[in-house]
Each structure stands twice: as C-alpha cells, then as structure tokens.
C-alpha cells in the first residue's frame, strides 16, 4: 500500500500542459483525443476552467462583484496546486478532503482517474491563456513543486475560429473570439526562455504524434526554481529593436485591414502597440534578453 510523503513510497510524477488558443481552436478536441490516448500510460486530469469558473452562465455575479471573476481563478490555481502536492506526495487523507473542498467551492467534481497514485499524471489546464502572465502562473506552480510543464498553441486562423463557433451547440460571442485573438499572446521562447517546452497545433492528425513524448521528456526533466540575472541591454540596441517593432507592427495592421472593421482595427493597432512598449521597457530593465541576430525573429513572432 502506498504512504505519504513521510514514508518510503516513491512520489508521483505530474506534468502540467497549459494550453493557449481562442475559443473553437480545438482545445476540446485536443483533451478527448490526448484522454484516449494515455489511458494505458498515465493518469489524465482535465482541468477546464469553463466547468469551474462558468463566466457565460454566470456573467452578472462576476460583473456585480468587483474581482471576483479573478478570484474564483486564482482560487482554482490554489487549490490544483494542493490537489496536485497530495497526489505527488500519496497523502490520500489530505487529497480527500482538498476533493470535497473544491465541490463546496466550484460546485462540480473534478473527475480523477481510479485507481490513484498508480502511474504519471498529466494535468490538462484548459483555457484560452491568451496572456503570457496567465501562463507565468502555472510554471510558477511548476517551479514550486518541481513538476513537468509544456505549453501546447492552438495556431488556427480567426475566420476558421469564427466559422467553427458558430456550428457549436453554445457558441460564443463572435466579439469576444475578435477581442481574444487581438490579444492572444503567442508563446515565444526566444524571448522567454520558459516556454521552451511548447507545441503548435493547426489540427492534423501528425500534431498530436508529438504530444507524448513532450510529456514524457517534462516528467524526466521537471521545472526548477531559477533566479538568473540579466544585464539591461544598450540604448543602441534598444533603438535597433524599436525600429524592427515599428516596421513589424506596420505589416500586421496593413495585412489587418482587409479582415477586421475599422474599430477593430484601432483596437488591434493599441495592443500591438502597448505589447511593444512592454516588450522595451522590459528590455531596458535587463528583464528579458535577446541574442541580436534572433531580433528580427522575435519582432515577427510577438507581434
């Protein structure tokens, strides 16, 4: 029989698999195929936010309550990261009670496979993540409790988004998969070296050949606390990356305008330029770096 982290057992391997893409990408698609397909070899958990945190169903108590939209969030990080320490540490008692405590607070179970503690677990953390900051957080769980973590992209057009939406049984606001995918942060592990664990996913049935080993590579290679300095770049640099952002924002406004209505389009060109400043002011502060030759790149790949 297994014990608890003070006996001799051995603690569980987890893996976390955050996925990014704008409503009707395929990210259910993608959680029933990768369920199927690693019964026989680790324990799948399906964490989707839409189950827990139901904005669409329950719009107004979020409105009426000042963060509480963010709270329920944060609230359910909290307790996957509890939920997830118990299985890696066989606490079985503890595990219980975190199980009873999510059903008071977000009134659905969250479906584990049985029998627990006998394989690897892959956690599926299913929301739209279209803010890096929103994926900092779960590496950061990663770090803390030394847990695999890769990212998988959902690298699919607007207009086949929006086209998919509207044959679904509850569909979403066709607004609100503009507002996302004008905001969609794409991962870029030029420049954040974290998310060099990541997967793009256009729908082919190759794409989903990559997903297991990725797994099995995070379960072998766990996430780890880092604190690594980096030294504020040079002004002359700074000038020769804003130029590149400048010209980059240009080509994705000019390849815009045939797509997106002109408030759209002011939108977009605001987040493309606030995304911008961000990107310089973290460069300035030695935040992030980037090696000169790769400058063009990134400049393409985060705009």
């Not at 603690?11 to 955050?18: A, H, P, S, T």
């Not at 300095?229 to 010209?247: A, F, G, N, W, Y």
Request: with cysteine.
């Amino acid at each position: 029989m297994l014990t608890n982290r003070r006996g001799s057992a051995k603690m569980n391997r987890i893996c976390l698999n955050v996925l990014i893409g704008i409503p009707a990408s395929g990210k259910t698609t993608y959680c029933a195929q990768i369920e199927r397909a690693a019964s026989d070899q680790l324990h799948v958990v399906h964490v989707c936010y839409d189950t827990y945190v139901p904005i669409d169903t329950q719009y107004h108590q979020f409105r009426d309550e000042a963060g509480s939209y963010k709270q329920h969030r944060q609230q359910l990080l909290s307790s996957v990261e509890a939920i997830i320490v118990s299985i890696r540490d066989n606490n079985h008692d503890s595990l219980e009670r975190l199980l009873e405590d999510w059903v008071r607070e977000f009134k659905e179970p969250l479906k584990l496979p049985r029998p627990l503690f006998s394989k690897d677990y892959l956690f599926l953390i299913d929301d739209n993540m279209y803010y890096r900051s929103m994926r900092m957080e779960w590496i950061q769980v990663a770090r803390r409790q030394s847990l695999g973590f890769f990212e998988t992209f959902f690298d699919v057009p607007l207009e086949l988004a929006l086209q998919r939406n509207q044959s679904r049984e509850r569909s979403v606001p066709e607004a609100t998969i503009r507002r996302m995918w004008m905001r969609l942060e794409k991962p870029c592990s030029e420049l954040y070296g974290w998310e060099k664990n990541s997967i793009s996913i256009n729908g082919t049935p190759e794409d989903f050949n990559e997903i297991l080993p990725m797994v099995s590579h995070c379960l072998e290679n766990p996430e780890r606390m880092v604190n690594v300095p980096c030294t504020p770049m040079e002004q002359s640099v700074i000038h020769q990356i804003d130029l590149l952002l400048r010209k980059a924002i240009s080509e994705r406004m000019a390849k815009a305008k045939n797509s997106m209505p002109k408030s759209d389009l002011r939108t977009f060109a605001s987040v493309l330029q606030d995304r911008k400043l961000e990107l310089l002011q973290r460069l300035r502060n030695g935040d992030e770096e980037i090696a000169e030759d790769r400058i063009q790149f990134v400049a393409n790949a985060l705009l």
